[in-house]
Each structure stands twice: as C-alpha cells, then as structure tokens.
C-alpha cells in the first residue's frame, strides 16, 4: 500500500492540539480511583465485550460501588439516577462478561465485585 | 442507542446530516428519533418546515415533571420522520443541557442528536449522552483542526467516535484528500458528501434533499452511510443516469405546467 502523505500544516496543528488534560474528566479520575482500590482496570476493560448501548464511565461507576457493598437493581438505579430496567440491563451484562458475581437473598438479587 | 452528530466548525452541515440521515435510518426500518441538541441555535425544526410547536425539547427538560418525558415533545415529519424539536425563543438560552442524559437513558428509540458546534458546556453534554458519535467535517485546514480537537475529547471520554464525515467536498485540489485526514487523525472517514446546490435549494424549499432529490449523489451517500452505521446492505439504484434524466424530464414538465 502507498504511503499516505501528511502535509506539514496538518502535522503542524496536530502536534499544537495535544492531547486533552487527563485525570480532569470524571472517567479518568474513576480509573485512577480504582486502579488505587488494586483493580487491574484494563484487564476489566477487556472482559467487557461488545460494548455497544454499555458506557464505559457507567460500567466503572458500578465497580466503584459494588467493591465494597452489595446492591441489587433497584438500590444500583437510585444511587446512580437510572432506571431500574437500565441498571438491571448494566448489572446482568457485567455479570455475564465475569466482572460482577451475584447471589440471591429472598426474592432479589444481589450483585457484587467478583474478585480473583 | 445514542449518536450524536458533532462537529468542530459550525455550519458545515450537521443538522442537514442529521435530518436527512435521520430519514435514511428511518426508511431502512430503524426506530429512530432525531432530536435537536443545539439549545443555544436549534435549526432542526428549520430543517423540516415547521417552527412552532406546542410543547419542545426545553419544555420537558426545564419543567423536570416526574410524568413528562421528551416523548411528549416526540413530532413526526410528513417523511416519517420522529423529531424532538428544540424552540427557537431566546428565553431558553440558558437551557441545561447536562440535564438531556438523565431523559435519554432508557429510550424505546434510537436517537440521533444534532449537536452544537465545538467544544462549550452544550456539546459536551450532548457528547456525555451518546454511545456513539460522528464528527462532521468540511476539508479544510481550520475544519479539520477544529475536527481533531472534538476527536481527541470525545475518545478522551470513552464515547465511541464512528468516523468523521466529510461533507461539501467539491473534489478540488485546495482541499485536504480523505486519505490524508483519515492517516492524520487515525479516524476512519466513513463518509464523503460532495457539496451540490440542491441541497441548499431543498432549505429553501423546507423539503430534506433525501426527499426532494432521492437520486442525486449527496441523497445517495445519505443512504449509503445509514445502510453502513446499521450494518444494513445498500443497494445502488440501477439505471442510475436513467432515472435522473426522467426525473429531470418530468420536474421540466410540471415546472412548465405550473407556469
Ligand atoms: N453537502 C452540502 N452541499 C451544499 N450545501 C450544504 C451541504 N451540507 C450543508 N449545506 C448547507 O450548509 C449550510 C449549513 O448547514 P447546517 O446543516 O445548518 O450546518 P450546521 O448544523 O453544522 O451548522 C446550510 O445552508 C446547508 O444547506
Ligand atoms: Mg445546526
């Protein structure tokens, strides 16, 4: 395949862009938070497959709250300010991809961090 | 599913792209609902022909009624198009956007929301909303800085960018090549719309080009990048050339008519 040439101006104005400031958006300050709870983030990451409707700042806001309690769907949507259904939809996706284990109590099922 | 159609520059074509992509979705069968997220310059309604509604996207955001959802502001163009409008008044200027995710999560529809340009408090907000987004461009060089400054903020934030769309494109050669814009923004170019009169003409005439040019190349690539965003086949009309002489034949004729 042929080269793809870059004029100057354009490599010029890349190069002034950058980069965004990190650790100022809410996801990445999430990530550091988790990474200094011992999560390996990334490999979390990987588990999540096919993330289509799923946000990945949502799905870390989850494992933040679920590291240390365990929360049904309703609990989970009140909290976050989602819907029951939606959190429920959050819940079992991220049970399905291994990053969450659940258990029932009665009726209602309850949803915490997996650890290895 | 939430897209949102961004941009860098304003006016280089996202509330013309989101309308006349909204009908191309629509037509291949996708439950799908263009809403207007540019707050501070709503044009969407613009677009379709009609200017006041009853009850607008500010309405139910501002109200913030537990029972009112934004499909009380749900309209539906003469196309088949769903669309959420946005008003027009300048007493909605300080509308808060950051209050539109909240009434998206959870939508019966697929969304697709035109954004205001660049990077203030309202893109932002629409950028927060969406699964997905695409970033519209012209070629050229302030366009595709400004384009690569939203790239860069929208991967910063985990949102998934789908390509950028160029759009106007004249095939000149002051203008920056897809390849090279492709190679210096690592983003995929997923559309090319050529910059053609009627779609200004259809402005005028209130009418989406999709609608009032279905042939003509731009409508075409309308179609071709709904087909492609829903994993839907596009199938090329035949005898191309054929139908447009006709169908230039025939508004001839009734143009004559009408005189
Ligand atoms: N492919 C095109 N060819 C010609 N004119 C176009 C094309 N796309 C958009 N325009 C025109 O450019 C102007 C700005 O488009 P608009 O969709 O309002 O941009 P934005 O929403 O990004 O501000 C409008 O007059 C529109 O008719
Ligand atoms: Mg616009």
Known sequence: ?116 | MIRGILSGKGGVGKTTITVNLGIALHNLGENVVVLDGDLKNPNLSLHLGVFKYNLTLQDVVEKDISHISLLNALYVHETGLRFIPAHLSLNFLDTDASKLKSFLENSPYNVLIDSSPGLGKDSLSVLECCDEVFVVTEPYLPDITDCMKTLEVAKDRDVNVKGIILNKVRGKDYELGKEEIKACTNTNVIANLPFEENVLRSLKLKNPVINYKPLSKVSLGFNQLAADISDKEFVKPRFLPLKRAFSFIQNKSKSAKAN
């Open chain 1, 1 to 116: 395949m042929k080269k793809v040439e870059i004029s100057e101006d354009l490599l010029r104005v890349k190069d002034l862009i950058g980069k965004p400031k990190r650790n100022l958006n809410e996801s990445t300050i999430l990530t550091n938070q988790l990474k200094d709870f011992g999560y390996k983030i990334e490999e979390i990451e990987k588990k999540i497959e096919n993330r289509g409707k799923f946000d990945l700042k949502r799905i870390k806001e989850l494992i933040f709250l679920l590291s240390d309690k365990e929360l049904n769907a309703n609990e989970v949507g009140r909290i976050l300010k989602i819907s029951r259904n939606r959190a429920s939809e959050y819940l079992l996706k991220m049970e399905k991809d291994e990053i969450l284990k659940s258990r029932f109590v009665g009726k209602k099922k309850y949803y915490f961090m997996k650890h290895d």
